[in-house]
Each structure stands twice: as C-alpha cells, then as structure tokens.
C-alpha cells in the first residue's frame, strides 16, 4: 500500500474515533463500527477513488453536526403514515453493511469493474451530500423505543448510534442498489437477489423511521442513475469464469458473516448490554 494510502487509512481511523468520542457511543457499537475502516483500508490499496471514498466516507457525520441547528424538512406523505413503526425490520435495516459494502467486497472481481463500482458510490455519496446541504431533513422516528424484544432493543441501539439527520435521499438505500447493481455485472443471480435484498433494506428505512417513504424513493433512483452512467456497459472485458462461479459462494458468505454479527448482538442484548430494557 503506497505511502499516502497509509496515511489515509490513518486519518480516516482517527475521524472514526473522534466521532465516537463525540457522541458517546456505546463499547458495543463503536467496536463493530470500527470494522469499517479496516474494509475500507482494503478498498485503498486496490484504487485511488476507494481512498477518496474512504476519506469522505465520514463526512455524513460531519454534515449532520453541522446543519443540526438548521430548519428541517419532514416530508411525510399517506404512504408513510400506511407503514408505521416496525422494529423487526431492523434486522433486514442493519445488513446494509453487509448488502451495501462486505457483498461488493466479497463479490465484484476485476479492476475495471470495481474501479467503475467505486465511481458509482462516489456518485451518489456526492449527489447525496448536496441533498443533505439543499434539502436537510430530520427522521421521523421517535425519540426512544419501548424495549420489549431483541429488535425493539437493537434499533434503539441502532437511534443512539446514528444522528437524525441527513435522510434525503437515502444514502443507505443508494448504497445497496449501487452493490447489487455491481454484483449483478460479475453474477446475474447474485445480482438479482441483492436487488430484492436492496428493496426489503429500502422497506426497513421506513418501517424503521430512519427515512420517508420519498427519501427510500430518492436513494434508488440515484442508484439507478449511477448504474447508467458507470456500470450498465462495464466491465469492457469478460469476468475471469472462475470469479463468476466462485459469486454465489462468496455471497453466502456475507449471509454466513451477517448471521453471526446478528448472534453477537443477540449475546449482548441477553447480557443486558446496551439500552436498559422497557
């Protein structure tokens, strides 16, 4: 990894600590959080625009601390009010890291092709930014959770963790699209399949009240324009056979992975971690 790849990776861990030192965040959250940079330092050594990504990545937070005392939109409609508050779906909710970030990871093979990726997130991270700054608006959800179950709990964990603000359009549902979308030049069943997980991940936004329903609506279709513009005629040259083979094996990986990241939460929620229970 070149020099100032190394320093990059540096920096970005030093940003992730700040910020949670910031915000209190628990022991829990800020350990598996901190993962993030470590995938990411990866993503470093293999193109300059992941080291791009890697360091704007922290931004949303920045974004978040500085329009906090801003006027705020809330762009409620019917279709919000047809899909109250649901906390199971914070399990489909918190497999964005996995659906959004370790599955391209895991999955998408060949320079060109994950060079095109990287573009593709860059994309709409920055097209997502500008809504942020134009258009900043404060999630619906509630203030606390009545914790009476393992999802009731891990999405109150999920409230404390995460800052209300920045939500259109839905980065985290951006982000999926965008690696299914990728998935899907390397595999085509893989590809499908994480576009349907992508779709519940847009449902849970809502159902969470981590987004509007036209926030969800704004994230896909940014996707969707980032897929036209850097992935729907790349790669140029043919995928190794044996990467597209090894796809779907690889994405049941992630699966595996995300199974036991669930398991470890589901330990600390019965060690009484976290948020007292209701």
Do not use: N
């Not at 829990?28 to 940079?37: D, E, K, R, S």
């Not at 470590?38 to 922290?58: E, I, N, S």
């Amino acid at each position: 990894m070149p020099r100032w790849a190394q320093w990059a990776v540096v920096i970005a861990s030093l940003g992730y600590a700040l910020l949670f030192v910031r915000f209190e965040w628990g022991a829990t959250a800020a350990y598996v959080l901190a993962a993030l940079p470590v995938a990411l330092a990866w993503m470093v050594g293999r193109t300059w625009l992941a080291g791009a990504f890697m360091l704007l990545l922290p931004m949303y937070f920045a974004i978040g601390i500085a329009t906090a005392a801003w006027p705020h939109y809330a762009p409620h409609t019917a279709l919000d009010d047809a899909m109250p508050l649901r906390p199971g779906w914070m399990i489909v909710y918190g497999s964005l890291y996995m659906c959004g970030f370790l599955l391209p990871l895991m999955v998408v093979r060949g320079r060109e092709l994950f060079h095109q990726a990287v573009k593709a997130y860059l994309f709409v991270m920055l097209v997502s930014y500008a809504g942020f700054l134009i258009y900043p608006t404060i999630a619906p959800r509630p203030e606390s959770v009545r914790i009476d179950g393992f999802a009731a709990w891990a999405l109150q964990v999920f409230y404390e963790i995460d800052q209300p603000y920045g939500c259109f359009p839905s980065l985290h549902v951006a982000y999926s699209f965008v690696a299914a979308f990728a998935c899907y030049r390397v595999h085509h069943g893989v590809g499908i399949a994480a576009v349907v997980w992508s779709i519940l991940i847009g449902l849970s936004t809502v159902y969470t009240k981590q987004h509007y329903a036209v926030d969800a609506i704004a994230g896909a279709l940014i996707s969707v324009c980032a897929y036209g513009l850097f992935l729907r005629a790349r790669p140029r040259s043919p995928i190794d056979a044996v990467d597209r083979a090894l796809a779907p094996r690889r994405a049941l990986i992630v699966v595996a992975v995300y199974l036991c990241v669930i398991g470890l939460f589901w330990t600390a929620y019965r060690l009484g971690l976290g948020p007292v229970r209701g």
